[in-house]
């Protein structure tokens, strides 16, 4: 969570972000716990680049400094932010074991409608994440056809559609599974990752993202 403080304009707002534990996920199912542990200090250290980040960023900006250290670090806010928002959606999507995705629950019907069924938009999210590449795979919704769609993206900062709502966040970058796998482990490690999906969690993800009942189909 971060913490903000705002009493007036007295300089740039700079936020204090901190690890988001109670996002921590524990005994998963075929993701080890030391899996877990390394991988969450990456997850700190993203924490701690944003807020050095906008330390950095608050200083420059409060002595009117916006030349090429400004325009580096500047450019170099999408990477440590998204590093940080998507490890957050990453590790709070998992829950040992998963909870089970409803039948008849909205996001179930959704996802039939956007690709035919369960087992279609699996297969192609399973897909995305095999892509060459170090990256994400996220089901997002698009808000503006009401639909559900598999986006890859490259790094952590590249190829988001702006103001879609993220459901499913993978992390397939090697380090997500190279603890207990190898290079070539990741097919393996997407395979878990799904055993261990929190589908109540994206069911509520989806509600609130798109609280009308869908209407027309549009996924790809
Ligand atoms: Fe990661």
């Given at each position: 969570?971060?913490?903000?403080?705002?009493?007036?304009?007295?300089?740039?707002?700079?936020?204090?972000?901190?690890?988001?534990?109670?996002?921590?996920?524990?005994?998963?199912?075929?993701?080890?716990?030391?899996?877990?542990?390394?991988?969450?200090?990456?997850?700190?250290?993203?924490?701690?680049?944003?807020?050095?980040?906008?330390?950095?960023?608050?200083?420059?900006?409060?002595?009117?400094e916006?030349g090429p250290e400004?325009?580096?670090?500047?450019?170099?806010?999408?990477?440590?932010?998204?590093?940080?928002?998507?490890?957050?959606?990453?590790?709070?999507?998992?829950?040992?074991?998963?909870?089970?995705?409803?039948?008849?629950?909205?996001?179930?019907?959704?996802?039939?409608?956007?690709?035919?069924?369960?087992?279609?938009?699996?297969?192609?999210?399973?897909?995305?994440?095999?892509?060459?590449?170090?990256?994400?795979?996220?089901?997002?919704?698009?808000?503006?056809?009401?639909?559900?769609?598999?986006?890859?993206?490259?790094?952590?900062?590249?190829?988001?559609?702006?103001?879609?709502?993220?459901?499913?966040?993978?992390?397939?970058?090697?380090?997500?599974?190279?603890?207990?796998?190898?290079?070539?482990?990741?097919?393996?490690?997407?395979?878990?990752?799904?055993?261990?999906?929190?589908?109540?969690?994206?069911?509520?993800?989806?509600?609130?993202?798109?609280?009308?009942?869908?209407?027309?189909?549009?996924?790809?």
């Open positions: 969570m971060g913490r903000a403080a705002r009493r007036g304009y007295d300089g740039p707002m700079t936020t204090i972000y901190e690890p988001r534990k109670e996002l921590r996920p524990r005994r998963l199912t075929g993701i080890s716990e030391e899996q877990i542990s390394q991988h969450w200090t990456l997850y700190e250290g993203y924490v701690k680049n944003v807020n050095l980040l906008g330390g950095k960023l608050a200083a420059l900006t409060e002595k009117g916006f400004f325009a580096e670090l500047k450019r170099r806010e999408g990477f440590e932010y998204d590093g940080m928002l998507l490890h957050e959606h990453y590790f709070g999507i998992l829950k040992g074991g998963g909870t089970p995705l409803e039948p008849g629950s909205r996001l179930s019907r959704c996802l039939a409608l956007c690709f035919g069924s369960f087992a279609a938009w699996r297969r192609q999210f399973a897909a995305v994440g095999m892509m060459r590449g170090s990256g994400w795979v996220i089901l997002y919704h698009d808000p503006r056809r009401d639909a559900l769609v598999n986006f890859w993206i490259e790094s952590h900062e590249d190829g988001h559609p702006a103001g879609f709502a993220p459901i499913v966040v993978m992390d397939v970058w090697e380090h997500a599974y190279m603890v207990d796998g190898s290079a070539g482990g990741r097919s393996e490690y997407i395979e878990k990752f799904f055993l261990n999906v929190d589908w109540a969690k994206a069911e509520n993800a989806l509600r609130a993202a798109a609280p009308a009942e869908p209407v027309a189909a549009g996924g790809q």
